[in-house]
């Protein structure tokens, strides 16, 4: 996360967790809920799931199951991630209507005119 509150790149997170240590061999990125990660691993049997908290660089095994997360499971996923990580990761999970919002802002107040400008200084 940067400090204007936007979520940088996808790839830069599953890097700073590589790089952690924290990253298993045919472990994906499920879903990134303010400043935690869903991790999934398929064992051969089972579905094993576990959080990374950003903020602390500190991973915990949530649950595995037979068969990959719906929907539904998406969202007790994030519930329970919300439960166990830090405080800062609890207030960043919290806290995604106001980065939406911040997002949309920035987009529509910021980038979206810049660009606006240039088209129309171009002719």
């Known amino acids: 996360m940067t400090n204007d509150g936007l979520n940088i790149c996808v790839a830069d997170i ?3 967790i590589y790089e952690a240590g924290l990253l298993r061999t045919d472990e994906r990125m ?3 809920a303010g400043n935690c990660v869903l991790l999934e691993h398929f064992t051969g049997k ?3 799931y576990r959080m990374v908290d ?3 660089m500190k991973a915990k095994h949530l649950f595995s199951r037979k068969k990959p ?3 539904n499971g998406y ?3 994030v519930e329970t991630m919300l439960v166990q990580a830090s405080p800062e990761g609890r207030l960043a999970i ?3 209507r106001i980065r ?3 997002l949309l802002n920035h987009i529509f107040c910021s980038i979206l005119p810049d660009f606006l400008n240039r088209r129309l200084f171009q002719y």
Do not use: F
């Open 54 to 56: 950003l903020h602390v």
């Open 14 to 16: 599953r890097n700073k």
């Open 46 to 48: 089972k579905y094993s």
């Open 69 to 71: 997360l719906t929907e």
């Open 94 to 96: 919290g806290d995604s």
């Open 100 to 102: 939406a919002k911040e």
């Open 30 to 32: 499920i879903l990134i």
């Open 75 to 77: 969202q007790r996923a």
